[in-house]
């Protein structure tokens, strides 16, 4: 038994400056420790935030007196405790970021305490693989008011031999977008994730990341293909989808969205549909070539119960793995391994607002993730693709 003797939780700065929870798990031999990251534009469904400065003091009185002495290794018992205490289902109680926080600081510690990886930890031998990256090289909506309407342009180096050449492909497609704006006289900072942040049309990103890509290609000879996330639900205004100079009906959206994936020839779509449009989806996917993923983020939000509902109507192809949506680890484990079940593919992802933590690269790589999707550049994003190369020396 590898139990628990203490646990502290601290506020720490997130990449929008913006508070935090950071929870440390000590064992005997071993700790663990974890941050929960945050959304901008978050599914209505989501397990509940709680602010820092209310939850933590709760979870002193609360929670952590009974998880101390609990076996570390145990992390089913460990997590249907927090449910338990919480008793909410959502984690209004106790919050999703207290949740996440000492889910997977507690995973750490247990694999700290052997003295493995997490990856290794919780996937085995088979863990064997690490994913590709999906990174965001222009957005706008959320992360970037004013810039693109679209959320996110994605590109994944699908041609990529090494992990340490797809982390280093993503940032000279990121570099050569820079090139290119510039050389238009488009002036840009960055948004949330690091990714580009022009005031240009969805259509010009498209046009611009394509001609970069070509020009990285030809000096590589690594593939890069192209993908969105459209985060359809901040668009939407419960009739259409409201774009700056256009609005949407369903019907119309679907078909802009089957356009953009036959014009730009995508690999991957995110929510090109709202939250609550399980038919559109499904209606959108039928239509879609299988070698473009069409996935859902705020449609699921990591929940076993809507991923089943998914399936049900075929209403995706992939399915977005974020652990603070749901607020454990064995509740995210769950819904990979449902959607692996049901024939779907998974993309493990961060958040806007982010921390340092580099947990989700190991999760990532334990449950087959296809791909980790993370940013490309700023502190918080390389953290994990940086940590994703450290493991992936491991599979050599
Ligand atoms: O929509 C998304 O997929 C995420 C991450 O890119 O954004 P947020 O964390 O703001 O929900
Ligand atoms: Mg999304």
New binding site residues.
């Given amino acids: 038994m590898t139990s628990i003797e203490a646990v502290t939780l601290r506020t720490i700065l997130d990449s929008r400056g913006n508070p935090t929870v950071e929870a440390d798990v000590i064992v005997n031999g071993g700790y663990g420790r974890a941050a929960a990251?945050?959304?901008?534009?978050?599914g209505r469904y989501e397990a509940v935030v709680r602010p820092p400065q209310e939850a933590i003091p709760y979870a002193y009185n609360t929670v952590i007196p009974q998880l101390v002495g609990l076996d570390s290794r145990d992390q089913v018992t460990f997590d249907r405790i927090l449910h338990e205490i919480d008793g909410t289902g959502t984690f209004e109680g106790i919050g999703a970021n207290i949740a996440v926080a000492l889910s997977l600081a507690n995973a750490k510690a247990a694999a700290s305490a052997i003295g493995i990886e997490l990856y290794t930890y919780l996937g085995g031998v088979y863990a064997d693989e690490a994913p590709l990256p999906l990174g965001?090289v222009i957005g706008g909506g959320?992360?970037a008011p004013g810039a693109t309407e679209i959320?996110?342009f994605l590109i994944v180096p699908t041609g990529a031999s090494s992990t340490e050449e797809a982390v280093f492909t993503n940032a000279l497609v990121h570099k050569e977008v820079k090139k290119l704006l510039t050389g238009r006289g488009i002036t840009c900072g960055k948004g949330?994730?690091g990714g580009w942040a022009p005031q240009i049309s969805d259509i010009d990103a498209l046009g611009i990341i394509g001609e970069a890509i070509d020009t990285v290609t030809d000096e590589t000879g690594v593939t890069v293909g192209i993908g969105l996330?459209v985060?359809s639900s901040e668009l939407w205004d419960g009739e259409r989808y409201a774009y700056r100079d256009i609005s949407r009906t369903t019907e119309d959206q679907i078909a802009y969205i089957a356009d953009l994936v036959d014009t730009y020839g995508l690999i991957y779509v995110?929510?090109p549909l709202h939250e609550e449009d399980f038919e559109g989806f499904s209606t959108l996917t039928s239509q879609i070539p299988d070698n473009c993923l069409i996935c859902g983020?705020?449609l699921f939000v990591t929940n076993p119960e809507r991923i089943q509902r998914g399936v049900e109507l075929s209403s995706a192809t992939a399915v977005?793995i974020?652990p603070n949506q749901i607020g454990t680890l064995t509740d995210t484990f769950e819904a990979v391994s449902l959607s692996h079940r049901t024939g779907m593919e998974t993309v493990m992802?961060?958040?806007?607002?982010e921390t340092t933590d580099t947990t989700i690269a190991h999760l990532a790589t334990a449950f087959g993730c296809i791909y980790l999707?993370c940013g490309i550049v700023g502190g918080e994003r390389i953290a994990k693709l940086n940590e994703l190369i450290r493991i992936s020396e491991n599979f050599a």
């Fill in positions: 990251p945050s959304g901008a534009s978050t965001n959320a992360h959320q996110e949330d994730e996330d985060a995110e929510d983020d705020d977005l974020k992802s961060h958040r806007s607002g999707k």
